[in-house]
């Protein structure tokens, strides 16, 4: 059995990105709030430290937010309804339908 997974280079941070964020938190957790000392003490270039601090400012963390992606286009409920419609004329199909023909 193959399992695919689709990655999304864009969207997926980088261990490097996850390091720089995680500085940048304790930098602010221990009370240095300026761009520009942070840049300073990491090197880390000052436009990644602002969109850190406008995480840190928003949510108090600079985690990734999860997204739930594309929504569904029908709801659980017609989805079931769905399946088992298909699974009824599945059943119909093997118990009326000759197996060998032609």
Do not use: F
């Not at 997204?67 to 298909?86: D, F, M, N, V, W």
């Amino acid at each position: 059995m193959t399992i695919c997974v689709s990655i999304n280079a864009n969207t997926m941070k980088s261990s490097n990105q996850i390091a720089q964020a995680q500085s940048i938190q304790h930098l602010w957790n221990q009370g240095i709030k300026d761009a520009a000392e942070i840049q300073r003490r990491t090197g880390i270039p000052r436009s990644t430290i602002y969109y850190n601090l406008e995480k840190l400012k928003k949510t108090g963390s600079t985690a990734h937010k999860r997204r739930s992606g594309r929504p569904k286009k029908i709801t659980p409920e017609c989805s079931k309804a769905l399946g088992q419609y298909l699974d009824g004329i599945w059943q119909y199909r093997q118990e009326h339908w000759p197996t060998n023909c032609c």
